[in-house]
């Protein structure tokens, strides 16, 4: 495959890349990157660790950037190109692997900066294996919510209200949302952050702010929970990891379309989000560790090889890679939707990100006054310098 150009020479420099991947994720992928050395002869130095962004940071500002790094959120690779700090990367992958939304781009750009080495797919609610999730779906006490272990935290919350919006009006509006273009005050906004409100009502409001969604050993999750007892949980594939642990088996999902509250049943539009791999320093060497990474041999081989599910944006992957059905379903929606459109906050700019999990606290702190908290959104956005703030020039594909 034209993309995929692994050379063996004499003298090779090593690549160092930065991901946030410990522990068994990052044992699978250095399993990969030794089959790369195998090939090339070209070693790699990984880092892995869960502080991925502030270590990517300080490093940049250091002038000490590593050579590839995974992140993410598209939002913040976007100023890191904005900014200079990015080398292209057009012609790396093949273009028939790889379908919006993946390759998007900083608004105005024409290169590629950045390329999904994972998807994980985001309008998803899991539930124990064998229940029947229809039956309660209306009560919002049987719903497991948390925003986390501290009071920073409030992206599970985002994740609401992102596939409420997708669910309820559709990839137009939400890509026009997500680029800065409809305003936080618009009516379809405001209905998504009331529904999901009113859903929760004060007493779910005041409990979510109070629960980590990881459980309280940060263990196997809310579903899990003798002290919870709730039976649903909005959540994306990356639950079956970093949430459920050793119950993933006892795991089933059904698709939020059909069970979120006001969704439309019928809605194939999905929310995705990816860790996507990019180029802080030019090399042959580098380049070569990329193209090996978006491979679709590498990314059918990681998926295949993982203990732990690892689902891929390529489209030469297909779902009969996965280990079982339930990763195989999940699998299938990745390919199959009528749309996937990316995580909403992972796709803004950083500061509107950070200001939008701020207010997701506040609003459960407060749900009766959405306007002022959508209100205090909007300033911020429009109080930005557009010389100094990258969007995304589309988020659904």
Known sequence: MAALRLVRTGTQRGVTILAPWTEE????????????????????????????????????????????????????????????????????????????PWLARPAGEEHTYWLPVKADLKSIVWHEKGAQPERFADDPARWCVGMGADAIWGWPGSDWIEDILLQQSGTDVYEKWVTGKLPWTSPEVRRAWTTWGGFLKPDGARRALLTDYRGPDG?????????????????????????????????????????????????????????????????????QLMAFLVSADTQRTWAESSRTPVFSANSRVTPASYGDEVDRRIARELREADALCLDASDAMPPPVRNVFHQKILEYLADPGDVDTVLEDLQRLQDSLDPAETSWLSSVCG
């Open 219 to 287: 263990g196997d999750g809310l579903l899990f929970d003798p002290g919870a007892d709730c039976d649903l949980e909005h959540q994306g594939s990356f639950a079956r990891v970093h949430i459920y642990h050793d119950r993933a088996d006892e795991t089933d999902f059904e698709l939020s379309s059909e069970i979120l509250p006001r969704a439309r049943s019928s809605a194939r539009h999905r929310e995705v989000s990816g860790d996507y791999v990019a180029m802080f320093q030019d090399s042959d060497e580098g380049r």
């Open 25 to 100: 994720e990052a044992a699978a992928f250095e399993a990969l990157l030794d089959q790369f050395t195998d090939r090339t002869g070209i070693e790699v130095n990984y880092q892995g660790t869960p502080a991925q962004r502030e270590v990517l940071l300080s490093e940049v500002q250091a002038g000490t950037a590593p050579d590839l790094a995974v992140i993410p959120g598209p939002g913040e690779l976007a100023d890191y190109a904005r900014n200079r700090d990015l080398i292209p990367l057009d012609g790396i992958a093949d273009p028939g692997e790889y379908d919006e």
